[in-house]
């Protein structure tokens, strides 16, 4: 069964801290991870990761997939209490039916002023 | 563009009521998804449609039914309402052309089932 698990499942830390969120994946057919932040509402995209091992970066926010280990890590520097929120990964499979996301639980960070 | 929608935002039923939540997108996409967020269970995928007419099931989809009659439009249904489907549910879409499955996702509808 394919599986998507993130940690930690929560998180508290104060303004101006440094944090890494882990995503680990055990899906067939891979062919992307993505993070999504959610607020109050609906999920929003942050960055897409392939294979290729390119890291991305987001002002603040950065990200980069390992193949090797099958896992990604999402940093947040000098966070803010703006950058509260649960972060989603989300891992993209080919199927013949369709290409789906497959999401993890989530981490929720709080960031304390 | 008002992107995706969803009707309506709250919703309390009683057990066994019955109701529609519609979703409508307006980007043009092909694919479209219903989701159910739980605390501590992250976003489950119930029902997704591959394009107009076509639709498939998700990771749980017991309890629903969806309908895809036109391209925009994405509606899911509880024919028998249960407290276990007090739930977010999020509504989604995404090119087919896309280089990859960059969903968007609508607001979301805040069910409650008493």
């Known amino acids: 069964e394919d599986k998507v698990v993130q940690s930690p499942l929560s998180l508290v830390v104060h303004e101006g801290d440094t944090v890494t969120l882990n995503c680990s994946y055990e899906?067939?057919?891979?062919?992307?991870l993505l993070w999504y932040k959610q607020e109050k509402k609906a999920p929003t995209f942050l960055f897409m990761l392939?294979?290729?091992?390119i890291e991305k970066k987001s002002g603040r926010l950065s990200s980069i997939l390992d193949k090797k280990e099958l896992s990604s890590i999402l940093n947040i520097t000098a966070t803010q209490t703006g950058d509260s929120a649960i972060y989603l990964c989300?891992?993209?499979?080919?199927?013949?039916?369709?290409?789906?996301?497959?999401f993890g639980t989530g981490t929720r960070l709080a960031v304390r002023p | 563009n008002a992107g995706v929608t969803q009707t309506p935002k709250f919703r309390v039923l009683k057990t066994g009521q019955s109701m529609t939540l519609l979703c409508a997108q307006d980007?043009?996409?092909?694919?479209m998804y219903w989701y159910r967020q739980d605390p501590g269970m992250g976003l489950r995928l119930i029902h997704y449609?591959?394009?107009?007419?076509?639709?498939a099931k998700g990771e749980v989809p017991d309890g629903y039914n969806v309908s895809r009659l036109k391209k925009q439009n994405f509606l899911l249904g509880l024919e028998s309402a249960a407290p276990s489907q007090t739930s977010v549910y999020f509504c989604?879409?995404?090119?087919?052309?896309?280089?990859?499955?960059?969903?968007?996702f609508g607001p979301g509808t805040r069910l409650t089932v008493l």
């Open positions: 989604a879409s995404s090119s087919r052309l896309a280089s990859y499955n960059e969903q968007f």
């Open positions: 899906v067939t057919n891979f062919r992307s």
């Open positions: 392939t294979s290729s091992g």
């Open positions: 989300a891992v993209e499979e080919s199927k013949s039916s369709g290409d789906k996301l497959t």
């Open positions: 980007m043009n996409h092909e694919y």
């Open positions: 449609s591959v394009g107009e007419g076509t639709t």
